[in-house]
């Protein structure tokens, strides 16, 4: 039984961090790339992050701003958000996938960037 379980959103005023955890279980944590991804209600699910070995890649419209890492002692992926504008406020999703596996979601956590 896999598990990816978010945690770290919440509401915070433009300009502001949050840091953002994903911890994995059920899966041999270190074999898999993890990603995030963000959704806003009636919009497409949108990439923002990879961490494939220790290759990171980013969406432009993130780029300079987030930072993905992994702890794999503790099978857990981190996005950490700097300078938050309000179009980054989205339900935020992380993503288990590797070559020939299914992919596995998590449940989501709300990120809210408002005055």
């Known amino acids: 039984q896999v598990q990816l379980v978010e945690s770290g959103g919440g509401l915070v005023q433009p300009g502001e961090s949050l840091r953002l955890s994903c911890l994995a279980s059920g899966l041999s944590f270190s074999q898999y790339a993890m990603s995030w991804y963000r959704q806003v209600p009636g919009k497409e699910r949108e990439w923002v992050a990879t961490f494939n070995g220790f290759s990171t890649n980013y969406a432009d419209s993130v780029k300079g701003r987030f930072t993905i890492f992994r702890d794999n002692s503790k099978n857990t992926v981190y996005l950490q958000m700097d300078s938050l504008k309000p179009d980054d406020t989205a339900v935020y999703y992380c993503?288990?996938?590797?070559?020939?596996?299914?992919?596995?979601w998590g449940q989501g956590t709300q990120v809210t960037v408002s005055s």
């Open positions: 993503k288990a996938h590797a070559s020939s596996r299914l992919d596995y």
